[in-house]
């Protein structure tokens, strides 16, 4: 049987902790916090899981960003948590794709596609969340490093993170004080397969690749960080300096 979301632990959401950075966050978090996760898939029967000697409390939500309803959806659901006696004490917004866009394959429909999930959905992730966030609570975003450098090959999907990226400051004075925002704008973490790992280590000053506990001590370091608002935090080995 589920057992209701307490208070004794924060409880943070993460927007697409399912797989790769999202699951290894979700991961790390569950020492310490309960845990909103949110997929585009359905969870099926999925509603609690233990990480190493600390259960972590684990309430699923299916947030898709195609999902012509998907506003009402996610008032109705954070709605139902704060009803359910949930304090949201921090959200990190993980969920995105990173489809290859050459120039001369762009049509409206796929740059729609590209926008929405990396541009719009985390918009308006941020708008239903906002209001339900404890006093204090850091809102986070993950972006990419594209947004000092575009990516030419995919540059649809750098100019939906360069666009949240100049969001990120407004959305700071629009939540200030109450709420703090924070990005982390990430190098090569988890390459994709098939992407030549030895030579994207090479393009850093520190001569390796990212790991997602790289990632999760940066999104604890922002939430523990009570002055720190309207930042966007670049965790890339150096690579932009080289």
């Known amino acids: 049987m589920e057992r209701e979301l307490g208070n004794e632990r924060p409880c943070w959401v993460l927007v697409g902790g399912r797989r790769r950075l999202g699951k290894a966050l979700a991961e790390d978090l569950a020492r310490d916090h309960d845990l909103v996760l949110t997929s585009s898939r359905p969870w099926g029967d999925v509603t609690e899981r233990s990480r190493g000697t600390t259960p972590a409390q684990v309430r699923t939500l299916h947030w898709?960003?195609?999902?012509?309803?998907?506003?009402?959806?996610?008032?109705?659901?954070?709605?139902?948590?704060?009803?359910?006696?949930?304090?949201?004490?921090?959200?990190?917004?993980?969920?995105?794709?990173?489809?290859?866009?050459?120039?001369?394959?762009?049509?409206?429909?796929?740059?729609?596609?590209?926008?929405?999930?990396?541009?719009?959905?985390?918009?308006?992730?941020?708008?239903?969340?906002?209001?339900?966030?404890?006093?204090?609570?850091?809102?986070?975003?993950l972006l990419d490093t594209s947004i000092h450098t575009p990516w030419l090959q995919r540059l649809p999907y750098s100019a939906a993170k360069g666009a949240l990226a100049a969001a990120l400051p407004g959305l700071a004075r629009l939540l200030a004080p109450?709420?703090?925002?924070?990005?982390?704008?990430?190098?090569?973490?988890?390459?994709?397969?098939?992407?030549?790992?030895?030579?994207?280590?090479?393009?850093?000053?520190?001569?390796?690749?990212?790991?997602?506990?790289?990632?999760?001590?940066?999104?604890?370091?922002?939430?523990?960080?009570?002055?720190?608002?309207?930042?966007?935090?670049?965790?890339?080995?150096?690579?932009?300096?080289r």
Do not use: Y
């Open 64 to 141: 898709d960003a195609a999902d012509p309803e998907l506003v009402s959806r996610m008032m109705a659901d954070l709605e139902a948590l704060a009803r359910a006696g949930v304090t949201l004490s921090g959200a990190v917004l993980v969920a995105g794709t990173f489809p290859e866009a050459p120039i001369g394959t762009w049509s409206p429909d796929a740059l729609e596609a590209t926008w929405q999930i990396n541009l719009t959905f985390p918009l308006l992730c941020a708008q239903a969340l906002a209001p339900h966030l404890a006093d204090g609570a850091c809102l986070q975003f």
């Open 178 to 241: 109450r709420v703090r925002v924070v990005g982390h704008a990430l190098g090569a973490l988890l390459p994709a397969e098939g992407r030549d790992a030895a030579f994207l280590a090479e393009q850093t000053l520190l001569k390796r690749l990212g790991t997602p506990a790289d990632l999760c001590r940066a999104v604890r370091f922002a939430a523990d960080s009570p002055f720190l608002t309207g930042e966007i935090i670049t965790l890339d080995g150096g690579r932009r300096w």
